[in-house]
């Protein structure tokens, strides 16, 4: 079975521009968790979609959005890009229909905004 | 409010030595206690896990320890090796779907 796949590897940006992430989770998940890691912040959770719905959202501004599509795939996007949103987007699948289904991380996407 | 806090937040061990990384938690709802492992460039990767309803879960050279009333788990390394080097993360979450991680530790094994 393949792995998360998250694209691209590499973004650099410029202040006040948008950017959009994508994610492909293993094949039969339905749930989608999108994480931000800083070495200052650690692991931060941003939100998750099930079945196309946000379940779960995160401590972030408005200019973080997500969703997800009918095959389970989910995007990401960060609007107004700020020097701070320079960090390593992380996306995780899993079965999502009990808390013991274990999150399956992509290696993320390196944001760098200059 | 912070949830989760691991400890300690950097560790260094002899080849063969035992690791010993803590996870204490605020949350009662908490119903499955995860440790992931995550080398550089890479996401984090599920290690070994655990339910409530157990007080200590081993695989291989990893074991969980938990301790319900005490609102703390553990991960045990035995004969820890340079290839464990990696940063570990405990992440329990609840039927709601959604895991708090703690900081991480930085664990390093020197041969």
């Known amino acids: 079975k393949a792995g998360v796949t998250q694209t691209p590897r590499y973004l650099i940006k410029t202040r006040g521009q948008q950017v959009t992430l994508s994610c492909s989770p293993i094949?039969?998940?339905?749930?989608v968790s999108w994480y931000q890691q800083t070495p200052g912040q650690g692991l931060q959770f941003l939100f998750e979609?099930?079945?196309?719905?946000?379940?779960n959202k995160g401590n972030f501004p408005g200019r973080f959005s997500g969703r997800q599509f009918s095959n389970s795939r989910s995007e990401m996007n960060v609007s107004t890009l700020e020097l701070g949103d320079s960090a390593l987007y992380l996306c995780?699948?899993?079965?999502?229909?009990?808390?013991?289904?274990?999150?399956?991380f992509g290696n993320g996407t390196r944001l760098t905004v200059t | 409010q912070q949830q989760v806090k691991q400890s300690p937040q950097s560790l260094i061990v002899q080849k063969g030595g035992i690791s010993i990384i803590n996870c204490a938690y605020e949350?009662?709802?908490?119903?499955?206690f995860p440790w992931y492992q995550q080398f550089p460039g890479k996401g984090p990767a599920l290690l070994i896990a655990?339910?409530?309803?157990?007080s200590e879960k081993k695989e291989g050279r990893f074991t969980i320890s938990f301790n319900k009333s005490a609102k703390q788990f553990s991960l045990h390394i035995m004969d820890s090796q340079p290839g464990d080097s990696a940063t570990y993360f405990c992440?329990?979450?609840?039927?709601?779907?959604?895991?708090?991680f703690g900081d991480g530790t930085t664990l390093t094994v020197k041969p």
């Open positions: 992440a329990p979450n609840t039927n709601a779907g959604k895991s708090t």
């Open positions: 995780a699948s899993s079965l999502g229909t009990a808390s013991n289904s274990p999150l399956h």
């Open positions: 949350n009662t709802a908490f119903d499955y």
């Open positions: 655990i339910r409530p309803d157990v």
């Open positions: 979609y099930f079945s196309e719905t946000q379940r």
């Open positions: 094949s039969g998940h339905r749930s």
